[in-house]
């Protein structure tokens, strides 16, 4: 392998390992909540994963200094991605499928744009336009089929989730700004703490942390563990790792891994059914998110 090509290869395979992660997150999520509550797991799986981040990037910590109003900035959007979007994923995933919130999370890019535009922070192409269409048609074939069963519970976990998705798609428009000025890992780190803080005080309001809802089996911790440190920190640390290497549009590429391993996951270790009405909603969800990377190669004509 030439040394031109090693950097996009190792970048393609970090991107997809970190994708693989995070959709196996959602079936090993779903066999963890019948030994404990949503609330409780969702703490206990990101304050693992902040661990395990701090571990890995504690030089960088110590040399970064916010000032106060950066950080109260940092503070709200850690409430809004590390506490409103792992709470509505845990909490959705216990009506829902693995393989629905995967395809459901595919589509935080298109959320993304959509608030931007809303917010004006950036304009809506032609493009941009076709990609946003592209996607929620393919969420609403996937999202259609499998509903002979439990329709409204499936559907009601499905709208959990999606709220979950749109939280963590207004951390990725609004913190854009800060990542600039003090880097990808330390804004994401110090919005993983007071996220994991709040997390905490809703796990003692509505869960049971300290009345049962730790007391995993042996199988139980295993689960917590795959989700903090596999599926959390490794996840997101190969996924910066990636894009050191790759571009966005080649990361987006890979990113179709984490609903492909979610719904593969979700048949080999609950027994999900996967219909080809799904597999196409995945394909439609997933082409939308390259093109909407895509267009951050050009200029367009904007409407």
Known sequence: MSGFYKPIFLGLFFASLASALGGIGFSVTRLALP?????TLSFLRWFFMLLGLALFSLNTLMRVRFARKDLAKVCIL??????????CLTFGLEFTTSGRAGILFASMPIWT??????????????????????????????LSSNLTDNTTQKL????????????ASFFTVFAKGLIRQYGN???????????????????????SPFSGSINFSLSGWF??????????????YFWGLALKMISPTQASICSGFNPLTA?????????????????IGFLFVVSAVVLLQMTNKKNEKYI
């Open 78 to 87: 850690g409430f809004a991605y590390f506490s409103g979007f792992p709470i």
């Open 263 to 279: 719904f593969l996951a979700g048949a080999l270790f609950l027994g999900e059914s996967i219909t080809p009405l799904f597999v």
């Open 223 to 236: 689960y917590v563990f795959i989700l903090g440190i596999p599926s959390g920190a490794l996840m997101i």
């Open 156 to 167: 009601f976990g499905d709208m959990i989730i999606t709220i979950g998705v749109i939280s």
């Open 185 to 207: 890992q330390p804004v994401m780190i110090y919005s993983l703490i007071f996220g994991v803080l709040f997390m905490f005080v809703i796990a003692n309001l509505f869960g």
């Open 113 to 142: 744009i959509i608030i931007a535009t809303t917010f004006k922070i950036e304009s809506l192409s032609i493009t941009k336009f076709i990609a946003i269409f592209l996607a929620f048609g393919g969420v609403i074939l996937s």
């Open 35 to 39: 030994e404990t509550d949503p609330f």
